[in-house]
């Protein structure tokens, strides 16, 4: 080997080659064969005689000598590293210079005896500094003959002071001299001479590293400096501990920047406003549930605490965002919806540009409201999570509904979350945490979502399958009690994440105000915070409620899009699109409400949510009894959520940051608050949509989210890379796509999403952007992707769920755990979320164009005949055609149909269609899986979002959950598997095995058209049955 | 130390002495050792004196005798690095067409001062060859013999003026090389003298 090395490292040199009769041969070593033997180019005979040089008659081209033959072989100043690759790298280098490098031997210094210590002590004993100077000069002289022409009186530069006895000249002396004490008498001065004389060495005084010192100093140093979010944050909860609660901020704040970067100014605002707020309004972690209701209602009561705190506009802003997301849950139904639009108007803009539109908004709370104006900083943080936020106002309203619709555990959860946020909202309005906490509080999330859980599973089911109008009534009851027990448990997830809750009621209200100044700009801002408030809801699902905003928002954007269809059923109330409500009894229930919400959202909605706002406190009460309506309205604002999407997804950024923490905090109020108040903000408009999607979630709420999810993350383009991110890209954006549309995003869209979908929101996210993408996606059809990444949602809604889980359900905590595990709760939440608001803007523009979401998704959306065909078809079908349909029409819808078409060969609306008509419980099932896949699909959607990813995985997890609530256990598995999409269609196959058992038939019709395609719609059989089997 | 007979194993690092059946003497460190075909590598000092550089001897066992292991080395060999092949077969490749080059140069009878001028210009400018007693510098100046500056002919510009100057430094410098000889020749005798 080392023959083979040293060989080679010498080919190319000359060398004098001895064979055994004594005869050299010298050439250019060209090359050496196995036997050694020994190859020489231009070779020639060496005579005796030192030749000049061979004749070219003389060499020979190449000889091959037998190693038998050859006696020695010279080869004569050789660089042995002439070859080596690595020659300059640093090992390379020190290992010749240190091994190699002969010419310097290092040998120790030998002075001799003569100068041994005599010298070298007399040097250091020299104490004389230097020569003096006449020594020079006379040493000069003397050794070179120069003449120094030095004068010490320096005339050849100055004039020699001449001094008399006039008064002029005694004066200036004296002033002088005084001048001079002045000068040396000062600080500066001392500090200065200090410098120069102590006895401490340069390096000591200037270089020398202390780290103690430093420590010290970087806490004042830190104006100037660049603070991260987290530490902003931290300083921010100082303050705001300082001047409120710390705790809660600190906490909140804490969360929030660890989920996101660029959300964390957001958020680390809203945690300052949080805190701000905090010390009015958050005394009572109820009250940020109620919060949100205290917009509404009594938002003076947490305004004011806002107000009192008018310095902290920028930090309050932040933390009102988080609160919105929690609002967004809470405000849901009414406020959402009107801050919705004026947010969208508003905030819109300042979603665009989230730096600026914070402090538009900021300004304009303040501006319009004493405590608006701190809603108004939070709306631009919270843009997004404001849009959040509405939705889970909606889902608080139809919230039950939402949460039957989510699909049992999830979407209780959900529910419960965007309850909370809620809750707080109307809480804090009712300041009350007593008014709204009670309803909210009354039932802790857990509680709530566990019964809203297994009733809205199976109410879900019901409706989904086609008891719809029952099935719808008992939803919008459930929802309605849901609604109060979501309350009731936002008020929880309020105490729990009570910066949350606040946010969110401070959104709202700030929202309302915004709403109505900006009413048209909002329109047109509408979109983009749709986006955003997508994103919100998503962000807010992260928090403690992620999980519900997530659903929330999947359901707003679903119920945007479905809203008409499947949501209002079960918001029956909210029944804003009136495909759903003639297509199922419920959604025609939920279509009244909607409709008229709707309107009012839309145009009047940002009054309504103004006056809302204003009436914080009493809107909540009306909300959480109006739940309905506030599905309605959510219905309505989801049109505007889609726009709000974008924005949405810029509020994600704000979940995003609190993401993680909410997960890990899950249900902890701190992250998800945070989350939730920024989201409630900006997410004002945005909640608009959440609000629909609320509305339509409570119907048709899970099915109908999922489609309109996966609708929306069809729209987004990105969401593909998402998903690929986010879930390890196996299925490339099929990957994210399913985890974006699944309840993941929900979660995902928590905090840490919800940074992401701020960076992404900005670009990607603005309506435009998401709605264009989301066509790519839906005519790309992400569905195989979507479908792996449906199964990735599935284990992103896991992760999201956890926070969600630990709030509503240990079994989902452990689903989401088990989702967690396969992906990163952060990576799944941010993915969630900004797949949520890339759907949701979809969702909701559809929404927004059409009471339903339908309408506008169709239009916006390029697939949009895939989706209006679907969107039609399920409306006329039957409430569970309209949940499909819902679905379809939604974000989710429009991927399902997607889903559907590319699984079945039948045109995206033919499978709406055929859903529809195959079963209304297999449609359900379908629509289920098609959540799952719509939620892959926002996945894909979402690839620019990673939020979304979360989203859609979010999504999944609801449906899971639903499947859970109805066979939990089996969901869990399907969660596992989840992470990867084949995981996921395992997931809902074996989800959908319980349900399956209790509706074969579902299950079978949602296979086949799942089948067809692709494994995500295998996925969705899977999971249909699991909806069926829950519903 | 016994001499080790054929066969036995050399370890790298180790200093050994042996002598050719042609009578020279060799000495080095083991680089390495090849048993099949009995070949020995040895690094020596370089026979020019550079200290970067080094002398590799390859020996066939077979025909060396008195074979002394010096001193042994019981340290493992340092890792080997990899080569650059490529570098390896574009030296392998200039070398031989140098060589190649200046054997059709002497066969085309260039004076030994024609010869070291063109090894001169070689060195800066790669771009040279012979036309029969001609030096051809980058196809633009032809240094005729006697190779003086005065020779160099060509198109006036840089170029010329560059060969000019190159031409012009290799004589300066045999010529002050030459006086340096003989001053040292001088100075050493000098030396003897004094000395004795």
Known sequence: MRMVHVLTSVVGTKCELKVRNGVVYEGVFKTYGPECELVLDAAHRKGPEPVVGPRHEDIVESIIFKAS?????????????????????????????????????LKPWDGGEQHGSDSLESLDADMSNGWDPNDMFRFNEETYGVKSTYDSSLSSYTVPLERDNSEEFLKREARATQLAEEIEASATYKARVALENDLRSEEEKFTAVVRAERESHTPSGRENKYVPPGQRNKEGLSWGAGRQNSPRMVQSNNNVPSTRPGPHDYSLSSAADRVLNGGATWPSPCPSPSRPPSRYQSGSTSLPPRATTPTRPSSRPPSRPTRPPSHPSVH?????????????????????????????????????????????DFIPHSAPVDASIPPPAHSSMSGGTWSSVVSGGEQHSDLSLTHRPRSPKQTTLGSSPAGSCPQVGTTPIDPVAVPVSPTTASLASNQAITPST???????????????VANKEIVKPVDTSPSIGRPVNKGPPAMGLDHRKQIDNLKEFSVVFRVSTSVAYTCLIVHSSLVFTSNFIWLGETLDTNNTASYRPPGSSSS????SSSASPASVLCPAPEYKRGPEVTSQGVQTTGPGSKLDGQEDKEEKKDSVQEQVRKSTLNPNAKEFNPRTFCTQPKPATTPTPPRPQGQPSPSVVVPQPPTVYSQTVCFPQMYPLTPVSPGVQVPHMTVSQTKPYRAVPSMPQQRQDQHHSQGTPTMMHPASATGPSIVASSPAYSAQYFTCSPQQFTSQTLVQQMPHYQSQHVFSSVMQGSARMMAPPTHGQPSLVSSSTTQYAEQTHAMYGKCPPALSVSKLLPMSPGPIPQSYSHPSATLHAQHPQPSATPTGQQQQGQHAGSHPAPSP???????ALHLGTPSQQQMYSALTPTPPSMNPGPNTQSTQASFPSAQQAVYIHTQQVQHGYNPSHMAHVQQVSCRLPHVLFTAKAHLQSGVVPSHHTTPSHPPMMLMATQPPGGPQHSLPQSALPPIPVSSTAHFSYMAHPSVQPHHQQQL | MAAPGPGEYFSVGSHVSCLTCLGQRLQGEVVAFDYQSKMLTLKCASSSGKPNLCDVILINLAYVSDVEIINDRTETPPPLASLNVSKLATRARMEKEDKLSQAYAISAGVSVEGQQLFQTIHKTIKDCKWQEKNIVVMDDVIISPPYQVENCKGKEGSALSHVRKIVEKHFRDVESQKSLQRSQAQQTQKDSALSS
């Not at chain 1, 730096?355 to 701190?374: D, E, F, M, V």
């Not at chain 1, 055609?881 to 819902?886: L, Y």
């Open chain 1, 69 to 105: 033959d050859v006696v020695v072989v010279q080869f004569k100043d050789i660089d042995l590293n002439y070859a080596k690759k690595d020659n300059f790298t640093d090992s390379a280098v020190s290992a010749r210079l240190n091994g190699e490098h002969k010419e310097k031997d």
């Open chain 1, 332 to 376: 849901g139904s009414s406020a959402p919806v009107s801050t919705m639009p004026k947010r969208m108007s508003t905030e819109g803009p300042l979603r665009m540009s989230p730096k600026t539109q914070r402090t538009p908004r900021a300004h304009r709370l303040s501006s319009s409201r004493g405590g608006i104006p701190s809603g108004v």
């Open chain 1, 470 to 484: 029952e099935a719808k009534e008992s939803r919008v009851q459930e929802t309605r009690q849901m609604s109060p």
């Open chain 1, 576 to 579: 804003p699109s009136s495909p």
């Open chain 1, 881 to 887: 055609v309209q949940h499909q349909a819902a679905q």
